[in-house]
């Protein structure tokens, strides 16, 4: 057995860890500052916190300015998000057109129309109805200006037909074909046929 003596294990202890290292930090030496000196030490340390504060606020002016870029480009984003789903749709309704094209075509023929089974005719007008209700919640609405003035942003015109009295003058008669807008653009122009009075 070995036997210390109480100079030997002093020696032994463990280094010291500097678990604060800012602590280490010196502001101003240690010598004795007066006067003049005094002065210009804090003159010196009221500059650089003067250089700090301002850097510190730059520093935080751009943070800001970066932060809101972000939101904005992130509010952007989701409304260019919104507008594309709104439309992309837009492919698709346009080939479901024609068969609502169908439907008014076999009911605008009223003659053909009422000599099919009363029964069956409800069927297909049920169909219609769900097929339609369906279009407009995903935005499709339907364009029919019969009986409104002509407007040339929205109609298409097909055919003039002679009037004899001026208040028909420009008054959509007839509706050809129906039109569409979706989510308020509109998609496909109504075909109609206009008064003409000479």
Avoid: C
């Amino acid at each position: 057995m070995v036997n210390m003596s109480d100079k030997d294990e002093q020696k032994i202890t463990e280094p010291e860890v500097d678990t604060d290292p800012g602590d280490d930090l010196v502001f101003e030496d240690n010598t004795e500052v007066t006067g003049a000196d005094y002065k210009v030490k804090v003159d010196k340390l009221k500059a650089k916190i003067k250089e700090l504060q301002t850097k510190n606020h730059e520093l935080l002016d751009g943070w800001q300015r970066d932060k809101a870029d972000f939101i904005n480009t992130r509010k952007r984003d989701e409304e260019g998000k919104k507008e594309f789903l709104k439309f992309a749709k837009a492919d698709i309704i346009s080939e479901v057109i024609p068969v609502l094209d169908s439907f008014d075509g076999a009911f605008k023929n009223k003659e053909a129309w009422e000599k099919v089974d009363k029964n069956w005719r409800a069927g297909v007008e049920y169909i219609h109805t769900q097929l339609s209700n369906i279009l407009s919640q995903h935005g499709l609405k339907v364009i029919n200006p019969l009986g409104l003035q002509f407007d040339s942003t929205r109609d298409e015109a097909i055919e003039n037909i002679k009037v004899d009295s001026k208040e028909e003058e420009g008054k959509i008669l007839d509706v050809v074909q129906l039109g569409y807008e979706l989510n308020g653009k509109e998609i496909r122009p109504p075909k109609v046929r206009v008064g003409h009075f000479d």
